[in-house]
């Protein structure tokens, strides 16, 4: 698949998601948050993008354009967060070291708070938008899922802490992008250190 291919099915995954919530295992569709939704400012200065997340209800995934990315934002449940921990042996890079990654990133959870993932939705293989899959064992993807990313494209798959499993395409974990939190549920994606 080329990379001009890539792209626009990017775009066109993107432009569905962008700013709409998606909602964790339940089947329902909450509605748009609007004090999720990037400030114009901030949209306007094209680096970094604002985001009230104080709305986010657990299991529940928002999604905003930084720098044409799609970023996700996703509330876990603390049963999620534990299920984190016993995937080490099914994962490529359970502690994230790769360089090139904020040091947040580099723990079991990749995030700064453990309930908030904060990472770019585009798969490490060839560039396609993974879905959002937090259901618990759906047949399609086997009994010993805990919830996470399916790439459609080729299949690869991704934890809630956005690692990538062994045995498929995608030879790295999901990006954490660079953000910081601006107060207890603003967050700042766009600036942060990377080590
Ligand atoms: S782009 Fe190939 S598995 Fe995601």
Same mark, same amino acid.
Not at 18 to 30: D, E, F, L, Q, S
């Given at each position: 698949? #080329?990379d001009?291919?890539?792209? !626009?099915?990017?775009?066109? @995954?993107?432009?569905?998601?962008?700013? &709409?919530?998606?909602?964790?295992?339940? %089947?329902?569709?909450?509605?748009?948050?609007? #004090?999720?939704?990037?400030?114009?400012?901030?949209?306007?200065?094209?680096?970094?993008?604002?985001?009230?997340?104080?709305? @986010?209800?657990?299991?529940?995934? &928002?999604?905003?354009? *930084?720098?044409? /990315?799609?970023? *996700?934002?996703v509330?876990?449940? !603390?049963k999620?967060?534990?299920?984190?921990?016993?995937? =080490?042996?099914?994962?490529?890079d359970? =502690?994230?070291?790769?360089?090139?990654?904020?040091?947040?990133? !580099?723990?079991?959870n990749? #995030?700064? /708070?453990?309930?908030?993932?904060?990472? &770019?939705?585009? +798969?490490?293989? @060839?560039? +396609? &938008?993974?879905?959002?899959?937090?259901?618990?064992a759906?047949?399609?993807?086997?009994?010993? *899922?805990k919830?996470?990313?399916? +790439?459609? +494209?080729? %299949?690869?798959?991704?934890?809630?802490?956005?690692?990538?499993? /062994?045995?498929?395409?995608?030879?790295?974990?999901?990006?954490?992008?660079?953000?910081?939190?601006? #107060?207890?549920? !603003?967050? @700042?994606?766009?600036?942060?250190?990377?080590?």
């Open positions: 698949m #080329s001009n291919i890539d792209t !626009k099915k990017r775009r066109t @995954l993107l432009g569905a998601t962008v700013a &709409v919530g998606t909602v964790a295992g339940v %089947g329902a569709v909450y509605p748009l948050l609007a #004090s999720m939704q990037p400030s114009a400012r901030a949209l306007a200065a094209g680096a970094s993008v604002e985001i009230d997340i104080s709305n @986010l209800q657990i299991g529940q995934q &928002v999604t905003v354009e *930084w720098r044409g /990315k799609p970023v *996700w934002i509330r876990r449940s !603390k999620s967060l534990e299920d984190l921990a016993t995937l =080490n042996d099914s994962l490529v359970p =502690n994230s070291d790769v360089p090139q990654q904020p040091e947040y990133a !580099k723990n079991a990749r #995030s700064i /708070k453990d309930e908030f993932l904060v990472i &770019v939705g585009i +798969c490490t293989h @060839l560039g +396609c &938008v993974p879905t959002y899959r937090p259901d618990i759906p047949a399609d993807l086997g009994a010993d *899922w919830g996470g990313f399916f +790439c459609p +494209c080729h %299949g690869s798959t991704f934890d809630l802490a956005g690692r990538v499993y /062994k045995g498929v395409p995608a030879p790295t974990n999901l990006v954490v992008p660079p953000y910081k939190y601006l #107060s207890e549920a !603003k967050l @700042l994606i766009g600036e942060g250190e990377i080590t």
